[in-house]
């Protein structure tokens, strides 16, 4: 079993910026990979990036160039930089780490972008 428990949403103005962190814990020797996606309401849950065990990193599309995804390894936490925020990343934002034996989700966190 691995748990993960995201921090680090909230509300802010676009153009803000906002760190999201997520930490890993229980059978952490298992993950492969973690990343994040998002779930904006009425809206079907997308990637938003994920990193490797490895260091290779993916991202969607619509994120290039501002969301910045890392790993702290020694902390068990991986975490991701939100910057040049848009109204349309207002989601519901969640943590996920891939392992052998199936893959585990955090419980999610709000990041709203509204003036």
């Known amino acids: 079993q691995v748990q993960l428990v995201e921090s680090g949403g909230g509300s802010v103005q676009p153009g803000g910026s906002l760190r999201l962190s997520c930490a890993a814990s229980?059978?952490?020797?298992?993950?492969?990979?973690m990343g994040w996606s998002r779930q904006a309401p009425g809206k079907q849950r997308e990637l938003v990036a994920h990193?490797?065990?490895?260091?290779?990193?993916t991202y969607a599309d619509s994120v290039k160039g501002r969301f910045t995804i890392s790993r702290d390894n020694a902390k068990n936490t991986v975490y991701l930089e939100l910057n040049s925020l848009k109204p349309d990343d207002t989601a519901v934002y969640y943590c996920y780490a891939n392992t052998w034996a199936g893959d585990y989700w955090g419980r999610g966190t709000q990041v709203t972008v509204s003036s």
């Open positions: 990193i490797t065990d490895g260091g290779s990193t």
């Open positions: 229980g059978s952490i020797f298992r993950i492969t990979r």
